[in-house]
């Protein structure tokens, strides 16, 4: 079980991205981050996954397989999409035929369009997209961390990472990840972190009992009523 311990996260002398973070992320999970942009999701997800180094407090049951799919997935890289996978590979120590027959395994559920063979800064986004998600299920990990994975993928591709979510937390993996366009209906979320100001809510939640409402009201009476979905348990999820 992993657990946030009074995180808190700044940037050289800013103020604190995040603040006095308590979270603990069951295995076997699917959380889902949501807060206005700004509010610290990325710095949530990158301080779980190691990327950084908490300021304050510490994170503590990191299962050392972590697998990552950043914000922003390197676009200019010249190595081809089967070498970078194949490198990958080699680095978490998985045998190069066990490599080989996921990356073909993925790239075709994922029907990536690109050519494999050729530099991946001629990809377009969305098998750019598809490369990021497949390095970061190429190997079983017990965590699993994804920031708007869902960004410039297809229809198809969109519904396949659902199920390579779903397969992954079957498996046992901490699924953590941000989802900003709603995917209700790919993805089984378990608990809903809601981040502002740099501090967190936990929801804990199944399929049916959270519903989602979508309100256009006057300016001067959105305060209102967001002080009533407060006190009805509800959380702001928009931005």
């Known amino acids: 079980m992993l657990r946030l311990e009074g995180v808190g996260k700044r940037y050289g002398r800013g103020r604190l991205v995040l603040s006095e973070v308590e979270l603990t992320l069951p295995g076997g999970q699917t959380t889902v981050v949501r807060g206005r942009n700004g509010s610290g999701k990325s710095t949530l997800l990158r301080v779980v996954a190691g990327v950084c180094r908490p300021s304050l407090g510490r994170v503590r049951g990191r299962p050392e397989q972590v697998g990552y799919v950043p914000e922003r997935f390197p676009a200019h890289l010249r190595l081809s999409p089967h070498d970078y996978l194949r490198h990958l590979g080699a680095v978490r120590g998985q045998a190069r035929a066990v490599t080989e027959s996921r990356i073909e395994e993925l790239l ?132």
């Open 108 to 239: 075709t559920r994922l029907a990536f369009a690109g050519e494999p063979d050729e530099p991946m800064n001629r990809l377009s986004k969305g098998n750019t997209q598809k490369v990021a998600v497949a390095q970061a299920l190429l190997a079983p990990c017990g965590l699993l961390v994804l920031d708007e994975p869902w960004t410039g993928l297809d229809t198809t591709a969109a519904g396949v990472l659902g199920e390579l979510l779903a397969e992954a937390a079957a498996a046992g993996a901490n699924v953590l990840l941000i989802d900003h366009e709603e995917h209700h209906d790919l993805i089984h979320r378990d608990r809903l972190v809601e981040i502002a100001d740099g501090r967190v809510q936990v929801f804990e939640t199944s399929h049916d009992d959270l519903v989602e409402l979508t309100l256009r009201v006057p300016a001067h009476r959105a305060e209102a009523l967001r002080a009533t979905a407060r006190e009805l348990g509800g959380v702001e999820v928009t931005g």
